[in-house]
């Protein structure tokens, strides 16, 4: 209208009609605005905000498809109900037939047995027909019945022969050699002594007084004679190694203390010559077949045990080497209870009453290092060599007989007894006199239990 008026009148119009041309644009702006929203709802899917989008809100309900509906919860299944009595028969009948099938499978290898068929070991064929007795007879005894076998833990190295039953058998341990020089030649031949000598050998006892000494892989290294009137009846070694001492007593109370050499094996001259000779004809055999340790014997010294209250030699119930000042002590217990020391010259040091009750006399001595354990009967305590005293230990809780006693190596307050009825206990003894109970394993066996 403004472009087709006369410019004269198209002034008078723009001032005199201000409004329409801005509420026609306004009206025009609000129609693009529209329809680029609903043109924007058309590409995502979504309507507009405001009254604008009443219409296309009501179109999509009315075209939306309908929603599914959850479907419905099915109702547990019935539990089945049987009375006590079935089923007690229903069990019943379950085990009937277990058993029969097992019965089926025994007579099998039953059958098998005895034919032979089975790929088995004698020993095992015959442990399974040789006659036991009846399991059901035999009570167990709860907390008694061992939960394994000893093959389980011990697994045995080597099996030693003897002509007699050995009455004492004791570990004598070696000293550690060390590689010595300067030279690696002789470095070298001083390690290949120690990689062949072994950390201790076995002394077996048997009561003719003949002593046998072992390597620990079996091999016989010496056997002499301890060199007694009487039987043999008790048998100690040096408790650590710093010398190889035995001490052997007989049922007069004579007590002989030997000592025990072990070197490396060196050929003679006279021994190569003719070694090289042999091999020079013969079919050539290694040096190292034979015994590679030289083991002598030499008797030290022998003391007698000193008469007893009544004018005669008590009977000897055990030994015990001891250390008093850094020297070697041989200890003796009687059956009057007492405990005789003496000096490695076999001087008489004295006499010490180990027993306040009546009974056996000292049944046993322990020594490790500077302890020294004694035990007679319901008695057991620390003896002092120094002061020739003994300590009676009292802990709580443990009541009968000691049947052993041992120091723990590991910690020397811990002492570990065993008694009668084959239980062990294990008291932490402070100062010699304060005992505390530590463990208790209980008895797996109704015999007298040795401890080491």
Known sequence: LGFALPSS?????????????????????????????????????????????????AAEEATAPPKPRAPPVPAPAPIPQVDLITQEMDELKTLLKLGEDRMS?????????????????????????????????????????????????????????????????????????????????????????????????LAAAQADGNVRLFSPTG???????????????????????????????????????????????RMTKEEKSARTARNSTDEKVSQYLGTQLNVTIQLQRQVQLPP?????????????????????QIVAGDSEGRISLFAKNGTLRGHIDATAMEGPGVEGLHSYHSQLIFRAGMEWGFVNLDKLEVKHVECPKFEGRVAAAAVD?????????SDTAGAVWVFNVKNKKDCELEKKFSPSTSFKAPLE
Request: with cysteine.
């Open 9 to 57: 009148k198209r002034r008078v119009a723009s001032f005199t009609r201000p409004a329409e041309p801005c509420s026609a644009m306004r009206q025009l702006l609000k129609l693009l605005l529209a329809a680029g929203a609903c043109f924007a709802s058309a590409q995502d899917g979504t309507c507009p905000a405001g009254a604008g989008g009443a219409a296309c809100r």
């Open 105 to 201: 499978l025994l007579k099998e290898l039953q059958g098998a047995t005895d034919t032979g068929k089975l790929p088995l070991s004698e020993a095992q064929v015959r442990a399974l027909k040789e006659d036991l007795p009846l399991l059901s007879e035999i009570a167990s005894e709860g907390e008694r019945t061992p939960v394994a076998a000893a093959e389980d833990y011990l697994v045995s190295k080597t099996v030693m022969p003897l002509e007699e039953a050995a009455t004492h058998v004791e570990w004598i341990l070696l000293k550690n050699q060390r590689p010595t020089g300067s030279t690696s030649s002789s470095s070298s031949s001083a390690a290949s002594a120690q990689s062949t000598t072994p950390s201790c050998i």
């Open 219 to 265: 091999e016989l290294l010496l056997s002499f004679a301890a060199g007694h009137d009487q039987p043999l009846v008790q048998m100690a070694v040096s408790p650590t190694h710093e010398e190889h001492l035995i001490a052997t007593g007989d049922t007069g109370g004579s007590i002989r203390l030997h000592k025990v050499t072990v070197r490396q094996r």
């Open 308 to 328: 007893g209250s009544t004018g005669e030699v008590p009977s000897l119930t055990a030994l015990a080497l001891g250390t008093h000042r850094g020297a070697r």
């Open 409 to 417: 190596s590991q910690q020397l307050s811990r002492v570990l007894l």
